[in-house]
């Protein structure tokens, strides 16, 4: 990085602001040579002493935006095995581990509210009454919460965000990364980059204090109250070195995190679902009137409460699915498999078979009644030639002699 870089990060590390401002700076000077990665002054904390400097940490891919592709990964046909920062921990262990109440991480200020977020939640649960409004309600809009929650929370952020861009569990064309990624922002779960970052590192520390958002510290925090309280740890550059690297050196999703693209692509994708209700109704009924009806109850339906769903379940799974639920692999934190969450996000909710092997791309069929639709939409995918190198869950018996769990669940905190 050229000095006017190092620079500005060195300021912006002195003056704290939130994240929407990490890359204004950073991300207007060079970015390093096409292939190589961005090195960042590591920053000296508590949180971040010097024995854990960026220099030991196991690397990321590379992104070489000429090749569009990853340095270091086999050639296409292997199976991926791509280093991520969870792959460190010790997923699994000889007894099941009693959750003991944790405080929050020790990096998030009990003052400091995120008011972009309060007001944003806060607003969207504030338009649910209306769906006690006759005049906006219609079927079709009430069909396309599930369809949408299909789309965009089990293709865009199961598929997406959580199997592809975090764990690497498969590869498709960019192009195919890339749309999953638009349908990702399309649920408003922030951009792709701060998803991949905060996940791995509830992967790394899961159930203890460093974990962004677990439930032993309460049940409100895991599911929604961490988005509401500043974490200085979630907004510091040398943190998106660390855990999403290989994402920001892409330059499609640099662009997204630069100026709240993000937010914006949310919008229009609003804009469109009513204009395109507003066409269909004022085609249909022959009134304007008729046409904006519509397209306010497609707006309302298969916009607004498709958000509030596709964000309780995936709260929930981050929340409700560390609490209640079986287990069948003995790991180190609280995970369950919840058949609710697994139904509601398509397979995301068989929690606890993720976290005992998080890098294969079946959360569900570890058991034969666990149904998991985003990863039959991958083998669907994969039978048209656009997935493929599909991790299967070969390590789930074979790493340490793992054995499924046979206790009764553990005891949480009330």
């Given at each position: 990085m050229n000095p006017r870089g190092v620079k500005a990060f060195k300021e912006w590390m002195g003056s704290g602001p939130h994240r929407e401002n990490i890359l204004k700076k950073v991300c207007s000077t060079r970015q390093g040579s096409p292939g190589r990665p961005v090195r960042l002054p590591p920053h000296r904390?508590?949180?971040?002493?010097?024995?854990?400097?960026?220099?030991k940490i196991p690397p990321l891919l590379r992104f070489t935006p000429e090749a569009g592709s990853?340095?270091?990964?086999?050639?296409?046909?292997?199976?991926?095995?791509?280093?991520l920062p969870e792959d460190a921990e010790e997923h699994f262990v000889a007894e099941a581990q009693v959750a003991d109440p944790i405080g929050r991480p020790a990096t998030a200020h009990r003052g400091r509210i995120v008011w972009g977020y309060v007001l944003g939640v806060t607003g969207f649960h504030l338009l649910l009454p209306l769906a006690f409004v006759p005049w906006l309600f219609s079927w079709t809009g009430l069909i396309l919460i599930p369809v949408g929650n299909y789309v965009f929370c089990s293709l865009g952020i199961g598929a997406g965000f959580h199997r592809l861009l975090t764990h690497r569990s498969y590869r498709c064309p960019k192009w195919l990364e890339h749309t999953f990624a638009i349908f990702g922002v399309c649920s408003l779960q922030d951009s792709p980059a701060r998803w991949v970052m905060i996940h791995r590192l509830h992967h790394q520390h899961s159930d203890r204090q460093p974990d962004p958002h677990s439930p032993m510290v309460a049940w409100f925090w895991g599911h929604v109250g961490w988005l509401f309280v500043e974490n200085r740890q979630l907004n510091r550059m040398d943190t998106y070195e660390r855990y999403a690297r290989d994402l920001l050196q892409d330059p499609f999703y640099l662009r997204l995190e630069r100026g709240l693209l993000w937010v914006w692509v949310y919008?229009?994708?609003?804009v469109l679902f009513y204009l395109a209700g507003m066409t269909i109704?004022?085609?249909?009924?022959?009134?304007?009137?008729?046409?904006?009806?519509?397209?306010?109850?497609l707006l309302l339906y298969g916009v607004v409460y498709r958000t509030l769903f596709s964000w309780h379940v995936t709260w929930g799974?981050?929340?409700?699915?560390?609490?209640?639920?079986?287990?069948?692999y003995d790991t180190d934190e609280n995970s369950r498999n919840n058949w609710f969450f697994a139904l509601a996000t398509n397979g995301d909710g068989w929690h606890n078979n993720h976290h005992a092997d998080p890098r294969c791309a079946a959360h569900g069929f570890h058991r034969w009644w666990e149904l998991d639709v985003t990863y039959l939409s991958l083998r669907f995918l994969s039978l048209f030639g656009l997935v493929h190198d599909i991790?299967?869950?070969?390590?789930?018996h074979a790493m340490r002699g793992a054995q499924p769990a046979l206790e009764p669940p553990v005891p949480v905190p009330k």
């Open positions: 904390s508590p949180a971040f002493p010097r024995r854990r400097s960026h220099r990853m340095d270091g990964l086999p050639p296409l046909g292997d199976v991926v095995q791509v280093p919008v229009a994708h609003a109704g004022w085609a249909t009924t022959g009134e304007y009137l008729g046409g904006v009806q519509f397209g306010l109850s799974v981050n929340s409700l699915a560390h609490m209640w639920g079986y287990r069948n991790i299967p869950p070969r390590r789930l």
